[in-house]
Every structure is written in C-alpha cells, then in structure tokens.
C-alpha cells in the first residue's frame, strides 16, 4: 500500500514526472543509447517544469486582477476553480480519488491497446481532477466501497481515451499533422469553437495574417501585441477600482505602476509557456514512437491545452477576451434566469478560452477565433451551474469544477447513476 501511495502521490499525480516516464519508457523501447534515454527523459522533465512556471506566472498576474475585480464590484455567486473543488472534494472521497487515478491509468492504456482510440492521457493533474469529479458524483448517488473505485476508473480510462479521440480531428487541423493529441477536459469547448468556426468562419482569414501598417509593424509580434493589450485591462480595471483598492494587491508600489508590471508579467508567462511547449515537443513525439511500437501500437501522446498555443499565438488572445466576455454575459443571464450565478474565473478563461480561439482559428480564422472563444465563455458559464446540484454536499461550497469537460460528464454521469440509485 505504501508503494501504490508513492506512485499515485509521487509519480501519476506530477505532470512532469508522469511524461518523464513516458519518455523514458518510450526511448528504452526503442533501444536508444543510454545518454539519450537521460537527455530526452531529462528535457521533456525540465520542459513541463518550464510550461509550469509560465503558467504560475499568468496564474499569479490573474489572480491579482481577479481579486481588484473582486473588491472593486462586489460581485457574490460561484467562482470556478478546479484546484479549490478538489481540495474539498478529498476530504470526503480522498482515497477513492486516488484509487480511480491510479487503476484509471491502467484503464487508460488498456482502452489504447484494444480500442481504435490510441492516446495515451498524460495531463496528471487533469486526471486526478476528473477522478476528483467521479468520485463525488458516483458517490453522491449512493455507491461506494469497490464499487465506486471500479466504475470510477474504467469511466476514467474511457474519458482519457475518449476525449483526444473527439478532439483529434480538429487538432489536426490545428497542428498541420497526427503526432498529438489534445489531453485536457475542456475538450467540448475545443469542439464547439471548432464547430463555430468552421460554420460561420473563413480559415483563409487566420488570425496570425491580420495585416498592420508598417508604422505600427512591431505589433506583428504576438508577444509585444499580448504584453500591451493585458497593460491596457489591468490599467483600465485599476482606473475603476481606484488606488485604495489595488493597494491591496500592489503593496508600496504606485498602482498604475503595478498595472503595466502586470501586464508585461502576463506576456512573460506566456513566453515562458511556449519555450516549455517547444521543448517537450522536440523530446516527446520522437519518444513515442517507441511506446507505439511495442506497448500501444499506433500511441499518440495526448497533452495540456497551451501545446496548441505556439500554433496561433494571436488567437490565444483574442480566444481569452471573447471567453471572459461570453462569461460576463453568461453571469447576467443567469441572474435573470435565477439560477446559480458563476463568475468569470480568468485563469480558466485564459487557458480554455485561448485553446478554444486556436481551435476557432484553425476552422474559421478571426471570426472564428472571437465566436469559439465566446462560445466557451458561455459553456464553462452554465455547465457550472447546472453540474452543483449534481454534486451533492460540495455543491454547497463557493467553488465548483471550471471546465466544460467536467461539466458535462458530471452531469450526465449524475444523472444516469441516479436512475440505479
């Protein structure tokens, strides 16, 4: 019990360490030179590791200009937040969390060695969270003890295989080939902006050709183009809640200041993101193809959404503007429809909203991109609220889980377990 402890806490459980092994795996498969197997294991390690930082850094620059939001405008309702939800969640189905994640991974390559659908689901962190999410739904219907831990996994393994697989043809599209796959559960926002895209948008139209005069050439590059349009929010937002407000979150430092610091923070992260995604490209896909040739013939790595991000960077941000909007809007609509009022989380606005403008960029070009990345807005607004009452006692907490993938499993997982309840 004490190594099944160490490999779910230790190993599945740290994205880094979980595609280290898989490279690890794959490169000894494949018989490389010892030297290799260290570098490519070591990289695609420090690789995740770098796309981590980046992410902790847009998450901290949004976590600032949540909170002056937050003081500025009072607003009181559901905040998304997977980790948070997760954290409640393990103080009532701890070890059946970690029983599903663990023989859910098994489950996960048995899917890829039997089934058409050959992914192998390598977002650690998205596992446990859905594991989270089937461990308080299935047990809110009543089920428990090995029960719970054998239909939680084998829905878990399915879910890894499942998601990529409905993903893969846009994902196609989106990277120009089929060496990867999309692994993180807020794949029916990825569709639907997919979807949007291609029946409204035009492709030729990309967001990554907008044509700017030559006196304004230096925003051609999507990094100064990100750094000065988050300068622009986090001022306007900072103007409106006024300096007694942002004090809070700035300390000593004048908060205009503060404003324009954060903004170029958000750009660095975002940096920082794409040489992390560049790394374990270069490392993982080669690697896999020793896991394809002896373990799961035809095995495709399926991967965190910013792996998409390099592909379109301007649409990442146009996809995060238009989800925050779809999400502002969503919120007044669920007032009106008094149902459970979600706020607008950034960080899941940021990272679902800026796959789903790559993913409507890649279908339908700029129209795309704005209309996928709204449309995720509004999902990842309302399949919140209608998901709590599935949830049972957590349903009561000021969290919730955020992305659409969550969202909808929850809710029809809740559903048909109820009918055998």
Do not use: C
């Amino acid at each position: 019990m004490a190594f099944f402890e160490f490999l779910m806490n230790e190993i599945l459980s740290i994205p880094a360490v979980l595609v280290g092994l898989m490279v690890f795996i794959g490169l000894v498969a494949q018989r490389a030179a010892t030297t290799k197997v260290m570098s490519g294991t070591l990289k695609s390690i420090i690789g995740f590791l770098i796309l981590g930082a980046g992410a902790g850094v847009i998450v901290g620059s949004l976590d600032s200009l949540g909170g002056i939001i937050d003081e500025a405008f009072h607003i009181q309702g559901v905040i998304p937040n997977n980790e948070a939800i997760v954290a409640i969640a393990q103080q009532m189905f701890g070890t059946e969390t970690a029983l599903i994640m663990g023989f859910g991974f098994i489950a996960n390559i048995l899917f890829a060695r039997f089934t058409p659908w050959k992914y192998i689901f390598l977002t650690g962190h998205h596992t446990f969270f859905m594991a989270a999410l089937l461990s308080a739904v299935l047990g809110t219907t009543g089920m428990d003890g090995a029960t719970l831990v054998i239909v939680g996994s084998l829905l878990l393994g399915f879910f890894m295989v499942a998601m990529p697989a409905l993903g893969q043809p846009f994902m196609r599209q989106v990277t120009g080939n089929d060496d990867i796959a999309i692994g993180h559960f807020g794949t029916f926002g990825y569709i639907a902006a997919g979807f949007i895209g291609k029946w409204f948008g035009n492709k030729s139209k990309s967001t990554e050709d907008i044509k700017i005069s030559e006196k304004w050439s230096f925003l051609k590059d999507s990094l100064i183009t990100t750094a000065l349009t988050m300068v622009a929010i986090f001022i306007i937002l900072a103007v409106l809640a006024g300096s007694d407000v942002v004090s809070n979150f700035s300390g000593d430092q004048n908060y205009i200041m503060f404003s324009i610091m954060q903004g170029i923070m958000f750009a660095a992260g975002l940096s920082i993101i794409l040489l992390g995604v560049r790394m374990i490209l270069n490392e993982i896909v080669p690697a896999f193809k020793g896991i394809a040739d002896k373990l799961v013939p035809g095995a495709k790595p399926a991967l965190d959404i910013p792996i998409v991000f390099p592909y379109a960077p301007t649409a990442v941000m146009i996809g995060f503007l238009f989800s925050f909007a779809g999400g502002l809007i969503s919120m007044a609509l669920l007032g009106v429809l008094s149902l459970p009022l979600i706020i607008p989380g950034l960080v899941p606005h940021f990272f679902t909203g800026a796959g789903a403008g790559v993913f409507g960029n890649a279908t339908g070009g700029r129209i795309g991109a704005a209309a996928g990345g709204f449309v995720n807005g509004v999902l990842i607004s309302f399949l919140p609220a209608f998901l709590l009452p599935v949830l049972g006692e957590l349903g009561f907490a000021n969290t919730t889980f955020g992305d659409s993938d969550f969202g909808v499993i929850g809710i029809i997982i809740g559903y048909i377990a109820s009918l055998f309840n």
